[in-house]
């Protein structure tokens, strides 16, 4: 099966609406786990919009599955994760004006910043994943950067309107998965998954993590995180391919 990675970052967003205590996503990761999450993911932004520093060094001794940190290569937030030393990070793009990460990262352009935070990153011993595009130069650029695993972004999947535009994006994703395979390099998604839109991505073959967040929480809103998160879960558990039977 595919692993699910629950981002928790719009948990720390409501608590940060009043600046205060709750809802805590210490609490969150909890219940996270409980329904199922087999990883827990958050972006440390260098605006603090969301996550805390607080709320990273909590989570890296309470939680007990794989831990995900999405990062920029700035060096205040580099020297938090060689501190934290979460089982993996990804390193995403950032710009202060976005609502939310808009697109991959150019691996290719931004080398100079990337390599060495890839660099320093697995000196530590810590998972390196890569944000990017599904473009095969991307993939290629990963590889060569020493990445351990890229996330391909779904974004652009997700927001595709009409069948043919849904289908274009797909055949894309598929083919730049096989591609990353191919090299040895691990394959995850995630950017604007929901419980309709990410039954075609389960079905793609190679694929072992989802990182999915909006669409989680804001379904934990009405019904419960635990039930958020199983109910995801069951979803992916429905659409993935069956293991063919023996004989
Ligand atoms: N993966 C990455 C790298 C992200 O930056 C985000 C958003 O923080 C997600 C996954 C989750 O996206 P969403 O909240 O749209 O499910």
């Known amino acids: 099966m595919i692993r699910l990675g629950v981002n928790i970052d719009h948990v720390a967003t409501i608590r940060q609406a009043r600046r205060g205590r709750e809802p805590d996503p210490v609490a969150a990761a909890v219940l996270a786990v409980l329904g199922g999450a087999d990883g827990i993911t958050i972006h440390l932004r260098e605006d603090r919009r969301h ?98 695993a890229i996330e391909f972004q779904t974004a652009s999947y997700s927001e595709a309107v009409g069948a043919v535009a849904v289908a274009a994006e797909l055949a894309k994703l598929e083919q730049a998965t096989a591609h990353a395979r191919g090299l040895g390099l691990h394959v995850h998604m995630g950017h604007g998954l929901n419980y309709q839109n990410v039954k075609p991505i389960v079905r793609i073959a190679g694929v072992e993590e989802l990182n999915i967040g909006h669409s989680i929480v804001s379904r934990a809103v009405l019904v419960g995180l635990d039930r958020a998160v199983r109910e995801m879960k069951q979803v992916m558990q429905e659409h993935y391919p069956n293991p063919r039977k023996p004989g």
């Open 51 to 148: 996550i805390q520093d607080r709320d990273v060094y909590l989570l890296r001794e309470t939680v007990t599955v794989r831990l995900n940190l999405e990062m920029a290569a700035y060096d205040e937030i580099l020297a938090i994760a060689l501190k934290v030393k979460p089982d993996e990070a990804t390193l995403v793009p950032e710009k202060r004006q976005e609502v939310t990460t808009e697109g991959g990262l150019d691996v290719i352009a931004t080398e100079s910043a990337t390599r060495p935070a890839v660099d320093r990153l697995k000196a530590a011993g810590i998972h390196v994943s890569l944000f990017i595009d599904p473009d095969l130069a991307q993939v290629d650029q990963a590889k060569r950067l020493g990445a351990d």
